[in-house]
Every structure is written in C-alpha cells, then in structure tokens.
C-alpha cells in the first residue's frame, strides 16, 4: 500500500534557530546551564532518580514562592495552564469567583472561571493603574465571593499590583485568594504565606529563564481543604488537584501514584533554573531586576519616552510599557530592533494594542549589558523615523 502523504521536504533541512535577545514581555533567553541540563538522558517518569529531582522542583518552588505548603509541584504545562488549573480545582457551579480586571489576564480568568459553571464577578480599573486595598475589599463585600483572584503583575499594562493586606482581608469575609505571578515573580518580592496567598502560581520562562513549558504552583491547607469539600469532581482530569497531589506526593500518606508521563527533561531544565535562583539568593535576585528596571527607565527618559503606568510604584520592573509617540509607528521600530540587532521590543497586548512597548528584564537578561544593548537598538529605530 502506497503513503498518501509524501515525507515533507523541509524535514530535509537542518533545523535553523537564530540566537535573539529575547527582551519582550517572555520568554527570555535560557542559560547554557540549563539547556545543559535538558540535554541530559531521560529518564522513566517514575524512576527513582527522576522522583528525587520533582523533590528538588517542589523545594525549590517552595523557596521561590516562600511558603511551606505541602500542596507544592509543577505543572506539566505553562502558565495559561496553571491558571486554568486554580479554576478547575476551586470553582464549581454555586461558587462565586471575584475577578480585579485590570487587564488580558483579568479577561482570559473571567473566560475560564465561566467555564467551570461558576458566577463571575469583576471590579475594574483604569488601564494601567493597580487597586487599591479599598477598592478590593469593597468588591469582596459586595459580591461576597468564594475565591478573590488577582494579577500580581499584569503583563499586558505593566501594572504591578499591591498584595498587602488582601490574604487577612479575604480570610475575614469567608473569601479564598489567587494570585497569577507568572511576569512578576523572582523580579520582585512576594512572600505567599506572609500574604496569606491560598493559590499561586507563575511560569517557567520568565525571571526562572527556563524554556516555555512547566508552571510551578502552590496550594495553601485552606485551598487543599476547599478542593476536598467539593461536591463534584473537577471538570479536567489532567488538571485535577487530587491526581497531581498524589503524583508528586503531596498528599499525606498516599504515596506517590502515576497520573501522567511527565515531561522529564524539561523538568532537569526546571530544576536548574530554580538552582541558580537559589544560588544567587531571591533577595539579590530581586535587587537585580529593580535596578536594571531602573537602568531602563532612566535610558527610556533620556530618548525622550515617557512610561505608560503614570506612578512609578506602581510599575512592573520585569515588564516595562513605553508610550508610543504620536506618529512613530511603533510595529515598524520594533521590526527595525529585530532585522537591525535580533533584539525583540514586542507591541501592547489586549487593552495596549497598538499603544506602547513592551521591553522584558527578566532572568538573565536583567543585567546592564543588556539592557543597554535594547536602549541603543531603540534609538537607532527611533532615529530611522526621524525622532
């Protein structure tokens, strides 16, 4: 019997892939170290030397995060994934979720949370402000909603939202929290189980410069209590919280049982993002990113642009969002950066389209090289139009 599909000629050619500074909103370039490390030989997902290594992810999550959940894993899957996970495990029809939509990712929780059946409830902001702790807790008494989620930093405005206060305010009004931390965390402080964060969660590739792929995670005792006291099973088996906990051994007493083939390699490559974390230490981590946050900004100034969230504090450091001036097109100094220098300044998303820049620091890119490097292909595009 003949094949009717021919084997297809581009398969014939070596596999291209240009080495770009990847300075957008994510993913950021990957060290040596940890491509190294996926390229060592796989092993069976339930292997002895493989379940020691998801041990390591869980106690490095668990480092980056700050919490001492037990509920803690990856992910086999990215950050959408991980959000669609928070809402399959904790909503079900009769549960009321409060959305602060400031933003894609406030829209695209809103579109899952639906869903699953449950009610939907948003408070809103103007596009690149954060809310207020007022404002939030107003929401959560008005709406009185099982589960508050919140975008600690909102990679489509550049917004960085205040966590303070929320985690007590919502435990005092019978209210579980969820924080999305997927371009914020590692670039700035978060402390889960000082903020009393019952849900978190953020991806592989950005600050943790892994590739694409792996979403850490954390559930707080209340959350795993919440998940146990539903009345029905989740509506996703891969990403059923019951299931996951027992693959990478959460749960007290279970042992670990198969639920899925893990991605292994990708989990070395995880692995070792969240070493060289630890090694460098969160807290100089931090610092790096603020101040190579600050090299930008003030290289931005002297080009003559102005930031598009107006309060400085209130800037994400990872993901920087730059007015586009009246008649400079933006798509254009963004093809020119790439053609010119390979170093990707990548358009707004959502309620930004067509209306700033986005330039990523993040992992190893948040150093000063770099960020120079971007300053001087943006102004170069900036002079071919004539500013």
């Given amino acids: 019997m003949t094949l009717d599909v021919p084997s297809p000629p581009s398969l014939a050619e070596p596999i291209h892939v240009p080495l770009k500074t ?40 668990q480092y980056i995060f700050q919490t001492k959940n ?54 809103t902001t103007p596009t690149g402000t954060c809310f207020t702790l007022e404002q939030i807790t107003a929401g959560v008494k008005e709406h ?29 009004n019978n209210c579980l929290l969820a924080v999305d931390t997927v371009a914020s965390l590692g670039g700035t402080p978060v402390y889960a189980d000082k903020l009393e964060i019952d849900v978190i969660y953020t ?28 009345k029905n099973p ?18 007290p007493g279970k042992g670990r049982v198969y639920h899925h083939t893990a991605p292994v390699n990708t989990l070395y490559g995880l692995r070792e993002g969240l070493a060289i974390v630890a090694e460098e230490g969160l807290e100089n981590c931090w610092r790096r990113h603020r101040l ?11 080009l003559g642009l102005d930031m598009f969230v107006p309060d400085p504090k209130a800037r994400l450091p990872t993901v920087n969002t730059i007015k586009v001036p009246q008649g400079v097109d933006w798509a254009a100094v963004s093809k020119h950066c790439m053609a010119n220098h390979l170093v990707e300044i990548s358009g707004g998303l959502g309620p930004t389209a067509g209306k700033v820049w986005r330039i990523g620091v993040m992992g190893n890119n948040a150093n000063i090289k770099t960020v120079s490097k971007v300053l001087d292909a943006l102004k170069e595009a900036l002079a071919a139009q004539g500013k």
Avoid at 108 to 116: F, K, L, P
């Fill in 22 to 61: 990847l300075t957008g909103p994510g993913p950021s370039n990957v060290s040596d170290r940890v491509l190294q490390a996926q390229s060592l030989p796989t092993l069976g997902h339930l292997h002895p030397e493989f379940t020691k290594i998801m041990d390591d992810v869980k106690a490095g999550v």
């Fill in 70 to 123: 037990p509920m803690t894993f990856a992910l086999s899957a990215t950050g959408h994934a991980a959000m669609e996970c928070v809402m399959n495990n904790m909503l079900e029809p009769g549960k009321t979720v409060l959305i602060a939509n400031n933003g894609i990712w406030g829209v695209r929780s809103a579109d899952m949370a639906r869903r699953q059946g449950a009610t939907v409830k948003e408070i």
């Fill in 144 to 172: 009185k909603p099982d589960l508050l989620f919140v975008t600690h930093g909102e990679s489509s405005t550049g917004v960085l939202q205040p966590l303070e206060g929320l985690g007590p305010m919502c435990h005092a």
């Fill in 203 to 230: 991806g592989s590739q950005k600050v943790l410069g892994v590739p694409p792929g792996t979403a850490p995670i954390s559930f707080s005792p209340k959350a795993t209590a919440a998940f146990q006291a539903r």
């Fill in 234 to 251: 989740p509506c996703s088996f891969y990403l059923d919280l019951g299931w996951l906990g027992e693959y990478w051994n959460c749960w």
């Fill in 292 to 302: 190579c946050a600050d090299h930008l900004q003030t290289g931005l100034r002297e």
